[in-house]
């Protein structure tokens, strides 16, 4: 089945820089590749997506880069804010129904 | 439109009881998936139901077991509990079926288990 890996595991960043988060999977059927941000005590909600027909995709300080070739997709968050602290998952999707595939997540701190 | 809602939102268990869990999707969604989510762990599929049948299983025991109804609200039991089940349980809803939309997460249901 498949297998996401998800780093790094926690990220400190100041106020107004940006972040990285990477992860690598590894079924090449994987087509859908979600990013989801959970804030302490509350539900995932979905921050940006992106299909395999697309190598990258931005929403305002957003974006995700999709490499189908290495196995890998990016996710780019510029100029954060406090209010980005949350933890973030990565996520895969062969596409055989809704069986979504998590990173083990990314505790993102933003320092004011 | 509600959102998906999960009860109970929190439980307390011993070890060897059974404890189900429900969930009810968003409205006119037919796909019904449920994660565990635990520290270190992230999130791990359980199972995915739609319209009334089980389409996916995770790399879970078959203590963990599910069901559907026809209204699209899910129900998962787990027999046996053991200390290793505590966790937080989401459910999750989707319109379409082909795993290529937006997952809706419930608030899941925190279980303890003594």
């Known amino acids: 089945g498949e297998n996401v890996e998800q780093h790094p595991s926690t990220l400190s960043v100041q106020e107004g820089d940006s972040a990285v988060i990477k992860c690598t999977y590894s079924?090449?059927?994987?087509?859908?590749f979600p990013w989801y941000k959970q804030e302490l005590g509350k539900r995932p909600q979905l921050i940006i997506d992106i299909r395999s027909n697309v190598g990258e995709k931005k929403d305002q300080r957003i974006a995700v880069t999709l490499n189908k070739t290495a196995k890998h997709f990016s996710l780019h968050i510029t100029e954060t804010q406090p209010e980005d602290s949350a933890v973030y998952f990565c996520?895969?999707?062969?596409?055989?129904?809704?069986?979504?595939?998590f990173g083990t997540g990314t505790s993102l701190t933003v320092i004011p | 439109k509600a959102g998906v809602t999960q009860t109970p939102r929190y439980l307390i268990k011993t070890r060897g009881q059974q404890v189900t869990l429900s969930c009810s999707p968003i409205?006119?969604?037919?796909?019904v998936s449920w994660y565990q989510q635990t520290p270190g762990q992230g999130l791990q599929f359980l199972f995915e139901y739609f319209s009334e049948t089980q389409r996916n299983k995770g790399n879970f025991p078959g203590r963990f077991s599910g069901r559907q109804f026809s209204n699209s609200r899910s129900e998962m039991n787990v027999s046996t509990l053991e200390l290793g089940d505590s966790a937080l349980y989401l459910c999750?809803?989707?319109?379409?079926?082909?795993?290529?939309?937006?997952?809706?997460f419930g608030p899941g249901t925190r279980l303890t288990v003594t």
């Open positions: 996520a895969a999707s062969p596409g055989a129904g809704n069986q979504f595939y």
């Open positions: 079924d090449s059927a994987s087509n859908y």
């Open positions: 999750a809803s989707s319109l379409q079926d082909r795993g290529l939309d937006e997952q809706y």
């Open positions: 409205s006119g969604h037919r796909s």
